[in-house]
């Protein structure tokens, strides 16, 4: 288990099935104040249960909670969940300071209520992919597979 001062991150193992090639890590984390994480849960047991290992940092984060344990983490992605409207605000300020740290080679997606016409921007502004509701964990694991390879 690994800890950053101000967050409650908790290592979850990869699954025992887990291939022997080297193992995706990522962080996922609620940044902001939303409170329902059932949705990042689900999406971090799915990619742990496809061998990825998965670290999630809980709820109410900051961006910069975040990037530190991204880096500490040595993460090759962050899944960031938003459902409270501040995804502009959030995943920017994720990617702005993954880019000010020298770690813009860990890749970003995101998820959460988030209008079609904001997704667009999202990417722009440097986030890889952006799930809204109806997207399946099959899709989200199999989206992470082939976009990030471990460093």
């Known amino acids: 288990m ?5 967050t409650e991150a908790a290592a979850v193992p ?24 059932r949705g990042a849960k689900v999406v971090a047991r799915a990619l742990r249960d496809a061998g990825m290992e998965v670290i999630y940092t809980g709820l109410h984060q900051t961006p910069e909670q975040i990037v530190e344990a991204a880096i500490q983490e040595d993460a090759d992605v962050v899944g960031l969940s938003v459902l409270s409207g501040a995804h502009l605000t959030l995943f920017a300020r994720v990617v702005e300071l993954l880019a000010e740290r020298d770690a813009s080679d860990i890749v970003v997606f995101g998820g959460g209520i ?7 921007q999202l990417e722009k502004l440097g986030v890889a992919k952006v799930f809204t509701p109806g997207a ?11 976009n990030v390879h471990p460093a």
């Open 136 to 146: 399946t964990t099959t899709e989200i694991v199999g989206w992470v597979r082939a």
């Open 14 to 37: 990869a699954a025992p099935s887990a291939p022997s090639t080297e193992v995706i890590r990522v962080v996922v984390a609620k940044p902001g104040l939303d409170g329902h994480d």
């Open 114 to 120: 988030i209008p079609d016409d904001d997704i667009p």
């Open 2 to 6: 690994s800890e950053t001062p101000g």
